[in-house]
């Protein structure tokens, strides 16, 4: 079973729309979740680190549910440049080793 | 802008030969830095944990013989890939953490690597 499970989509998004997925990690011990955001043939680079309260950032809301062990990821208003795919990505130990999830793809079209 | 470099951005090699692949911290030291590879549509999957001055730490089933990591210093890192394969054609990521804790991951622009 993969550490970090995510739905690869992709999801097809009207501009404005809002669109939601979640990641799934196997871990109890997990300490820190992220969402990172990757475009085509580059770095990931971080959206938003996620909290166990629940936290927002614009038009972006991260979901931490320790209970189930999963993460989820809101995207309201959506625009064009949100087309990317979003990594779930969890730290299991204080030295910074982190897993991926493979990436959810959303696509916002016009 | 970046604060972790990494180069080349692209690399394409011969068989047999070897590829190195450099990742520096711009801006603060790291004495921890992480080696990525990721295939087409697939997950980053660590390769293995550099620590400066030390021998880096390889995930299970990377062979450390023939991905050589050297973190000689505290602002660089380097994986060499050794008679290179076209199977090791990949998208190859550095990352760096400021500090420990719940601190965010900087990644280097990767390395794509073309094997031929």
């Known amino acids: 079973r993969k550490e970090v499970e995510q739905d690869p989509g992709p999801f097809n998004v009207p501009e404005g729309a809002t669109v939601a997925f979640n990641c799934t990690y196997s871990?109890?011990?997990?300490?820190?979740f992220f969402w990172y955001r990757q475009d085509c043939r580059k770095e990931p680079k971080l959206l938003m680190s996620?909290?166990?309260s629940g936290n927002e950032d614009g038009r972006f809301t991260a979901q931490l549910n320790r209970a189930s062990q999963y993460i989820s990821l809101l995207i309201r208003d959506s625009k064009l440049s949100d087309s990317a795919t979003y990594l779930c990505?969890?730290?299991?130990?204080?030295?910074?080793?982190?897993?991926f999830g493979a990436g959810t793809q959303v696509v916002v079209t016009p | 802008g970046a604060v972790v470099s990494q180069h080349p951005s692209w690399v394409i090699c011969k068989s047999g030969t070897s590829v190195k692949i450099e990742c520096r911290s711009l801006?603060?030291?790291?004495?921890?830095m992480f080696w990525y590879r990721q295939f087409p549509k697939q997950s980053l999957m660590l390769m293995a944990t550099?620590?400066?001055?030390?021998?880096?730490?390889?995930e299970q089933g990377v062979e450390k013989d023939k991905f050589l990591i050297n973190h000689a210093s505290l602002t660089l890192s380097t994986l060499t890939v050794t008679s290179a394969h076209p199977e090791d054609s990949s998208f190859y990521i550095c990352?760096?953490?400021?500090?420990?804790?719940?601190?965010?991951?900087?990644f280097g622009q990767g390395t794509r690597l073309t094997v031929v």
């Open positions: 990352s760096a953490r400021r500090g420990r804790g719940n601190t965010e991951a900087f």
């Open positions: 871990n109890s011990a997990s300490q820190s």
């Open positions: 996620v909290y166990s």
């Open positions: 990505v969890v730290r299991t130990d204080s030295w910074g080793k982190l897993q």
């Open positions: 801006d603060f030291q790291a004495t921890t």
């Open positions: 550099s620590n400066e001055g030390s021998k880096a730490t390889y």
